[in-house]
């Protein structure tokens, strides 16, 4: 168990429709990462927030949308989904390694997505 | 920008074999990370090690070794006497200190190992 906790695991749905996949991030880390992984492109980093505030974004697309709450959870709303969303959702969170400053990311089990 | 580069799709071998799993990466910063991460058939993402750009040791880890050379821009990682439990997918990753200091992941090798 890595720490990091996302719900659902396996989640489906048909087209046009949206759904919200959550993060608990590992107890201490401020930060929250989503990537998503599908066969075609990869992982590829979608958004980072930092106690509640975004960060930096990457190849997310309008329709997704995501926020950090106060207590550091963070959710990733995903609408008018297309059968190419579907694919595994990552949230991972990070660790500060004071003798390094590097931070680790620490990976959640995926939300795996699939849209018919 | 930032690349990482696993030319190796997939890789088989049998077991107790060595094998060795090349990363290549592109990058106009002077200091950065770069990760391995393991992704068995259950799916979760699993880092095993870090290094940074000023650190040019070779490091081991049980079987595990990882060689970086920042004159041809390589982190190539070796599994020496390969077990069965190690079939999985593994991913490079680069990671810059500046800006959005986002994982920028390679694509990928699925290693299969054989009994």
């Not at chain 1, 998503?36 to 960060?55: H, M, P, T």
């Not at chain 1, 997310?60 to 989904?81: G, K, T």
Request: with cysteine; charged share 20%.
């Amino acid at each position: 168990d890595s720490g990091v906790t996302q719900t659902p695991k396996h989640l489906i749905t048909a087209t046009g429709q949206r759904v919200t996949l959550r993060c608990s991030p590992r107890s201490g880390d401020l930060s929250v990462y989503w990537y998503q992984q599908s066969l075609d492109q990869g992982l590829q980093f979608l958004i980072q927030y930092y106690n509640g505030e975004e960060r930096a974004k990457g190849n997310i697309l309008e329709r997704f949308s995501a926020q950090q709450f106060p207590d550091l959870h963070s959710e990733l709303n995903l609408s008018s989904l297309e059968l190419g969303d579907s694919a595994l959702y990552f949230c991972a969170s990070s660790v500060v390694d004071t003798g390094s400053g590097a931070n680790v990311l620490t990976f959640g089990a995926g939300s795996r997505l699939t849209v018919l | 920008a930032q690349k990482v580069t696993q030319a190796q799709t997939e890789i088989s071998v049998v077991e107790k074999e060595d094998v060795t799993l090349d990363c290549v990466y592109e990058t106009r910063d002077t200091t950065y990370y770069l990760f391995w991460y393991k992704q068995p058939p259950s799916g979760e993402l699993v880092f095993l090690i870090r290094r940074n750009s000023f650190d040019e040791q070779n490091e081991i880890s049980g079987r595990y070794s990882w060689n970086f050379q920042k004159s041809t821009s390589s982190f190539n990682f070796t599994i020496t006497a390969s077990q069965v439990v190690d079939s999985a997918v593994y991913f490079c990753a680069l990671r810059s200190i500046q800006g959005a200091q986002k994982l920028v992941f390679g694509q990928g090798t699925r290693l299969t190992i054989n009994p």
